[in-house]
């Protein structure tokens, strides 16, 4: 099975292609391609290709002007003196791929549907900092925001972030816009143009040539969509892709195979993810249980062999907000003191039972990723050896994080997941009240008014004193509530073909932020 997926990937990508082709695998299958709905990394990604934002992160994670002519600052004049306005320039030779000028009403227009309630929009927690967007002239957008927020300008209409740019004079007499047919055949404003869709198995896209930052070098990018992580390093060996996302054992053959091959530190983050508004788990005794059975470093050492780093918080440990703890390794013993203290007994099979109810779980995590697939079966075996029955249910990420899928529906108990966050400390995406889905990714349904209020005043808070103050008060309700159990910041690992120049991955959003620059030798 395995083979014949990539031998059919392989005849798709390179049957009849040009010589300016590159050929990309990806994880994900999209189940849209509009960057206002987007939920999936993958879908994300391609977005970035097709549309435009008013800015993008470069490979180091900095903030670079895209639609716009310059990143506001203080010292452009983009930032006002209260801190309160900021001014985008528009580039004055962006076009929408039907010919149609870019202009600030379409900026407007964007930021009218991510508050549409109608619209089910996932970062909505992301521009909770704006009050209101207005079009100066055409090529002149101000972004009122409601107090000063220091991280609004890496936030906000972003590129590869759902911060994307869409036409008004395509969409703004659409009437049910999760379901319009744009969806499927978007027409954006970037370097390339969707030339085809074929759902579950590839899309096509080809060089725009009238796009405002230059026409693009390569001519047309095969994209195939390989979510098992094995098969991924198969096509990359025998040449099928140029560019994929592989794990940390693929590595060997890859380079054996003459791909180069680059490692990314990125603020993503692999969790217990537990639904906290339902049983078993709405009792944190059981969830700070399994939680200290976790070994942080030995999934770090034994599943990604050195391409992660163990986790003590949600913020990665470049931010200057990182809670500098030692990492703990699991407790057995304390975990198997709090299920008793829980009324968790242990019967005489091993497994532990309550008011008649066996503690079996299962614990949902992503088909095809080898990596949480090695994960799951490690922490299948330390929940076993305090008691829990555990089976593992691995699912298809379009079916996991689709709009109603299994993760936003709520149809899981504790789930093994990983999460991109943008360069931004902010977790109100993950965590807070209002992020429940389908307005963020809230989906353990963890609601906590004490903790919404410390995202709060820790996203207006300029003085990185108080802040940090801030961060640890979130990180210390977060650690003993245990909505979420972070466990291991990963790399990025990507195998790249040296008939491909340019590609320079990026560490949060999309390798497409600079496509236009690539070349094929």
């Not at 390339?192 to 759902?199: G, S």
């Amino acid at each position: 099975m395995r083979i014949a997926a990539v031998v059919a990937a392989a005849v798709w990508l390179t049957g009849a292609a040009p010589d300016s082709t590159v050929r990309i695998a990806l994880r994900e299958q999209p189940n849209t391609l509009n960057p206002l709905l987007a939920t999936q990394f993958d879908e994300n990604y391609v977005c970035e290709g097709i549309f435009s934002a008013l800015t993008v992160l470069d490979d180091q994670g900095r903030v670079q002007a895209d639609l716009a002519e310059a990143v506001p600052s203080r010292a452009n004049g983009g930032i006002s003196a209260d801190r309160k306005q900021l001014v985008y320039k528009l580039r004055r030779n962006a076009r929408w791929h039907d010919g149609v000028a870019v202009t600030a009403d379409d900026v407007v227009f964007t930021f009218a549907k991510m508050r549409d309630p109608k619209v089910p929009f996932p970062s909505l927690t992301q521009y909770e900092t704006v009050d209101r967007v207005e079009a100066r002239d055409a090529h002149t957008v101000v972004v009122h925001l409601k107090r000063p927020a220091p991280d609004a300008p890496a936030e906000i209409f972003v590129n590869g972030q759902n911060g994307a740019i869409i036409p008004k004079h395509l969409l703004e007499h659409v009437t049910d816009f999760a379901h319009a047919a744009f969806n499927g055949a978007p027409i954006g404003s970037g370097p390339y143009r969707l030339a085809r869709w074929e759902r579950g198995s590839s899309l096509r896209l080809i060089a725009n040539h009238d796009y405002f930052g230059g026409a693009p070098s390569v001519e047309r990018l095969d994209v195939t969509f390989l979510p098992d992580s094995n098969t991924r390093a198969f096509a990359l060996e025998s040449h099928g892709v140029d560019l994929a996302q592989i794990a940390a054992v693929n590595i060997p053959a890859v380079r054996a195979a003459g791909l180069r091959v680059a490692s990314v530190v990125q603020p993503s983050l692999v969790y217990l993810l537990y639904r906290v508004d339902a049983p078993p788990f709405a009792d944190v005794l059981l969830r700070r249980a399994l939680s200290r059975a976790v070994d942080p470093n030995e999934i770090a050492k034994k599943v990604y062999l050195g391409e992660a780093t163990p986790a003590t918080d949600l913020l990665p440990p470049q931010s200057p907000y990182h809670a500098t703890r030692a990492v703990a390794g699991a407790n057995l013993s304390e975990a198997a003191s709090l299920l008793e203290s829980a009324g968790w007994r242990v019967g005489a099979d091993g497994i532990r039972a309550r008011g008649g109810n066996r503690l079996s779980v299962t614990l949902t995590t992503i088909a095809g990723n080898a990596s949480l697939l090695r994960a799951a079966v490690l922490l299948q075996a330390a929940w076993k050896t305090i008691g829990v029955e555990t089976s593992v249910r691995s699912l298809q990420t379009n079916l996991l994080y689709a709009p109603g899928g299994t993760l936003p529906s709520g149809d899981f108990t504790v789930a093994l997941v990983s999460f991109s966050f943008p360069i931004t400390p902010d977790r109100t995406q993950l965590l807070a009240s209002q992020a429940v889905a389908p307005t963020g990714f809230n989906d353990g349904r963890y609601r906590d008014p004490a903790l919404d209020r410390l995202f709060a005043a820790a996203h207006f808070e300029a003085d990185v004193a108080k802040r940090k103050l801030l961060f640890a008060q979130i990180d210390r309700r977060v650690m003993d509530n245990v909505p979420v159990f972070p466990i291991v910041w990963t790399k990025a690992v990507f195998a790249i073909s040296p008939r491909v120049d340019g590609v320079r991955p990026e560490p949060v959003n999309s390798d497409l932020w600079n496509v236009a620059t690539w070349r094929v030798r």
